[in-house]
């Protein structure tokens, strides 16, 4: 088992920058990549950015490229999700979550690459 805790949303204005967290614990060795996802009111969970653990190698999505920076403390066991430039439409609650198999890159923009899931951290951005 691997337990998730995020930490880091908010509410800020449009322009503005949040710096999330997340906490990983338990069973953490051998993990291959931790993700990013966010989901809004009546829409679904949307991949937004991955790390993988032991190379560092970062994908994102289109929408976030260029605003948003994933990046890990392998001491911590913590990864970050840096985002700046936030606009409106970035408001959902942010996931993170932990992939322990050495899923393909592809595959790690889906939801059902990853094992283990945090309880989420909700983002507004106000226009």
């Known amino acids: 088992q691997v337990q998730l805790v995020e930490s880091g949303g908010g509410l800020v204005q449009a322009g503005g920058s949040l710096r999330l967290s997340c906490a990983a614990s338990?069973?953490?060795?051998?993990?291959?990549?931790m993700g990013w996802f966010r989901q809004a009111p009546g829409k679904e969970r949307d991949f937004v950015a991955t790390i993988i653990w032991s190379a560092g190698t970062t994908y994102y999505a289109d929408s976030v490229k260029g605003r948003f920076t994933i990046s890990r403390d392998n001491a911590k066991n913590t990864v970050y999700l840096q985002m700046d430039s936030l606009k409106p439409e970035d408001t959902a609650v942010y996931f993170c979550?932990?992939?322990?198999?050495?899923?393909?890159?592809?595959?790690?923009?889906?939801?059902?690459?990853?094992?283990?899931w945090g309880q989420g951290t909700q983002v507004t951005v106000s226009s």
């Open positions: 338990g069973r953490t060795f051998g993990s291959a990549a």
């Open positions: 979550a932990v992939d322990t198999v050495a899923t393909s890159v592809r595959a790690l923009r889906s939801a059902g690459a990853y094992d283990f």
